[in-house]
């Protein structure tokens, strides 16, 4: 008679915390670059939204005299803009993971720093929307900033990180066209372009210096 062993107790001992993938860096200093890129993401959120309050009264300034037109244009100069967006997010995205993404954080910052002024310069309502297509093109500082957190925080870190980065846009979104707006009524409608690309350019070195990436190129 044959005794039968004992069944083994299916087991798989399981890491407390899931191994980063490849590609994923935590640095020992991200803290830091959080609230690097938080104080960046303010300035760009609050310069971007500093201008929208008095678009359409900048687009009657520009030339166009009948009123029902003055809502077309200042819709058609948004939607330039979301439409070179949502064109060139995936190229700059397949750059970040060839190239790192803080150099394409920068790019977002000084980038639309220089076409955000240059709106300012504009002398007829096509050069508006020229000038915001390609500021729409340029930019895209919000998914530049979380990807950057997302691949220089530890996982255990992540939500915290992520959440506090979404402060930044939400109060720069709530300043801007409060202060915006008081600057228009100050300085006339092209002043506040200039301000905001001040702006932009400041977020822009505050992650130049501020941020850090262990950034490893992929293998080919």
Known sequence: MTTEPPPQTLRADLPAQAPDPAGHQPDPHWRGTLWAVWFASLLAAAGFSFVMPFLPFFVRELGVADESMVGFWAGVAMFAAGMSLTIFQPIWGSLADRYGRKLMLQRAMFGGAVMIAIMGLSQSVWQLVIFRFIQGALTGTGAACNTLIASVTPRR????????????????????????????????????????????????????????????????
């Open 157 to 220: 870190q992540l939500g915290y990180a992520m959440g506090v980065l979404q402060t930044a846009t939400i109060g720069g979104n709530a300043l801007g066209p409060w202060l915006g707006g008081m600057a228009a009524d100050t300085f006339g409608y092209r002043v506040p372009f200039y301000v905001c690309g001040a702006a932009w350019a400041v977020a822009g070195f505050v992650v130049l210096f501020g941020a850090r990436e262990r950034f490893i190129a992929p293998p080919e």
